[in-house]
């Protein structure tokens, strides 16, 4: 395998940036003084075990088997015909450990995942608590720089005594057993240690209670899932832009003056976003009576080949001079007409409200990233070996049975993402629907498609997609840290799920992409609309006289009536205001992100099968493309 770089690894300094550096390729290199300490450690052990010492796991069983403590050999020996392993049973335990607690079940883990879990693992063992030999160590460093990725089925770990069952499938493979990845090829541990000219270890104390016992299959997925959610949340405020602009929505809302009054740091990170993704737009906070709404188009809607081709038809209608009784000052400030944008001073909430609810997610992964970064230079196995632990009257005192295997810690983090995910994407999937309602989406035509002759669905669909990916995650929102179920006889009876919290977590992320993705395959076709809707109003306004541009207003008075002098003159009014206005644009990282989108997905004129541009959507969304884009801007 070619390694992109060399990640030092300390027991002490390991970074979720760093880990993912090696989740994808980067290899590691064991840090000298931290080996010093394994060696302590290690050869404490042996020299208690040399005393006859009853250390758990090490001269004695696991879990409910504690009480037992190791003869000098095996009992069952003295059969008749007993065929002897030849291995005293310090050394037979360890490798039991790990071959009979290689049971997990289901579809194996992403690569990235597994060699997050062995990194992790190596780290924590460099602190020197866990009592494994330099050597045992090295060749789980040289298997994972191999590039020999161990086969963890993902169904198996309760989250304590840690990930018990997942570390066995890595450890195994070390023994010369499971089975492995290699150069992409699925094959027995034997075989994959082979053909990268590696030997299988044999496990000495404690080993094998040192490789499976820890947190790192929820840490290793956990760390993932944070990551690709950091990206998720701002394409989701990227998302959000876009349908602002589409919407010529209002900017008040995330103004800094408002949240400093309230200033939950992500709230307030996310307004600061959006606004800096709309800067540069032209739509927001346009004035309303300029936006007109969508009309269907007709052969006569417009007069030039060039208008014709627009595919749309604009208008908006005069309120008369007998409805403004008591309203004078508003139609002092605001001309007389009702286009696509109602008169009201605020959005809905799924606009309004973006900075509290993105906000929100973006606090609970923060709580989540502490939780990781606490966790990712812990000592998580048992028990924990104190070589230098002075005026020690028992060897109890230096090997300490306790409990940081337990993955609560990490359980209710990834609980709190777990409740945080269907949020986000909660919101998402109601901007999509507004979007596509013509009861709310400001003027545009139903599901943003012309529709003449009623043949056309648009982007009907779209939103029934999104409607089912919500509706999923809402239902796996429920927490499994609250559910434990006890294990090895009672002797563990309250245990984590954190596991499985993180493997949902990592799981939901995805899902919620495919829901982003699917908001700005709809903002895209909204903001065309919108955007190409006022500057046909605006080209209009500056080649056609009065008489032809009070052809787009309905309600207006009819010819040789008193009132149509007035009406022309408020006509014109709004004509002059359009005609000189600048041409009408998104925000800047808007429009980029828009023209990523557009270069592969054209704007949706006719109905057309959109199964592949959705799937092509999604995965720019999914892969970050859009959010470089909008980045670069």
Not at 114 to 134: D, E, F, K, Q, Y
Not at 385 to 397: I, L, T
Not at 434 to 446: F, I, S
Not at 477 to 497: G, K, Q, R
Request: net charge negative; charged share 20%.
């Amino acid at each position: 395998m070619t390694m992109d770089a060399v990640i030092k690894l300390d027991g002490c300094s390991l970074t979720r940036a760093q880990l993912l550096q090696v989740a994808h390729g980067a290899g590691v290199a064991l840090d000298e003084h931290a080996l010093t300490r394994v060696a302590k450690a290690a050869d404490f052990l042996a020299a208690q075990v040399a005393k006859q010492e009853p250390i758990y796991g090490v001269s004695t069983g696991f879990g409910s088997n504690a009480d037992k403590l190791l003869g000098a050999h095996r009992l069952r020996d003295a059969l008749p015909g007993a065929v002897k392993t030849g291995q005293p049973p310090h050394i037979e335990l360890q490798r039991n450990l790990i071959v009979t607690h290689a049971v997990c079940v289901g579809e194996p883990f992403a690569p990235e995942v597994v060699r997050a879990m062995l990194c992790i693992r190596i780290n924590t063992l460099l602190r020197g608590h866990s009592g494994i030999r330099v050597q045992t160590l090295q060749a789980l460093a040289d298997m994972l720089n191999a590039g020999i990725v161990p086969v963890v089925p993902q169904l198996g770990s309760v989250g304590a005594s840690g990930d018990l069952a997942p570390l066995s499938h890595l450890a195994i493979v070390l023994l010369g057993g499971g089975e492995a990845f290699v150069d992409g090829q699925r094959m027995p541990g034997a075989d994959a240690l082979a053909r990268k000219q590696l030997k299988p270890v044999e496990l000495s104390y404690k080993e094998g209670l040192a490789l499976n016992n820890g947190t790192a299959q929820m840490l290793a997925t956990g760390v993932l899932a944070v990551a690709q959610l950091e990206a998720m949340l701002d394409t989701a405020d990227l998302a959000a832009a876009m349908t602002i602009d589409a919407f010529a929505g209002r900017l008040g809302a995330f103004a800094p003056e408002v949240h400093a009054l309230r200033p939950h740091p992500g709230q307030v990170q996310t307004a600061a976003n959006l606004l800096r993704l709309l800067d540069g737009s032209t739509l927001s906070d346009i004035a309303y009576h300029l936006v007109p709404k969508f009309r269907q188009w007709l052969p006569s809607s417009w007069a030039t080949p060039a208008a014709q081709a627009l595919g749309f038809d604009i208008g908006w209608d005069w309120v008369p001079f007998t409805q403004r009784h008591g309203r004078e000052k508003f139609y002092q400030r605001f001309l007389p007409f009702r286009g696509g944008k109602k008169h009201q001073p605020q959005d809905s909430y799924s606009l309004r409200c973006i900075p509290q609810v993105h906000g929100a997610v973006r606090d609970a992964l923060e709580q989540a990233k502490r939780v990781l970064d606490v966790e990712l230079n812990s000592v998580t196995d048992n028990p924990l070996v104190f070589p230098d632990k002075s005026n020690a009257a028992f060897v109890e005192e230096q090997v300490i049975s306790a409990g940081h295997f337990h993955g609560m810690p990490m359980a209710l983090a990834m609980s709190y993402l777990k409740a945080a995910i269907p949020v986000l994407a909660s919101i998402s999937e109601r901007r999509l629907n507004k979007l596509v309602d013509p009861a709310t989406n400001d003027g545009l035509p139903p599901f943003l498609i012309g529709n003449e002759d009623g043949t056309e669905s648009g982007h009907m669909i779209v939103q029934y997609t999104a409607a089912a990916i919500v509706n999923d995650l809402a239902s796996r929102a429920m927490p499994a840290s609250v559910y434990s179920i006890p294990t090895s006889a009672n002797a563990e009876d309250h245990v984590s799920m954190g596991a499985n919290e993180a493997r949902h977590v990592l799981a939901m992320v995805a899902d919620l992409g495919k829901v982003l993705g699917l908001e700005l395959f709809t903002a895209a076709q909204a903001l065309d609309l919108r955007r190409d809707m006022i500057n046909a109003a605006r080209e209009l306004a500056r080649h056609a006289d009065v008489e032809t541009f009070a052809e787009k207003v309905a309600g207006g008075p009819l010819p040789d009536t008193e009132e149509r002098a007035g009406f022309l003159a408020e006509v014109d009014a709004l004509r002059t205001q359009l005609a000189h206005s600048m041409e009408y644009q998104p925000g800047r990282a808007v429009a980029a992100a828009h023209a990523a989108m557009r270069s592969k997905i054209p704007y949706l004129d006719r109905d057309r099968a959109l199964d592949g541009e959705v799937a092509l959507a999604v995965a720019m969304a999914t892969s970050g493309e859009i959010l470089a884009a909008a980045r670069a801007s």
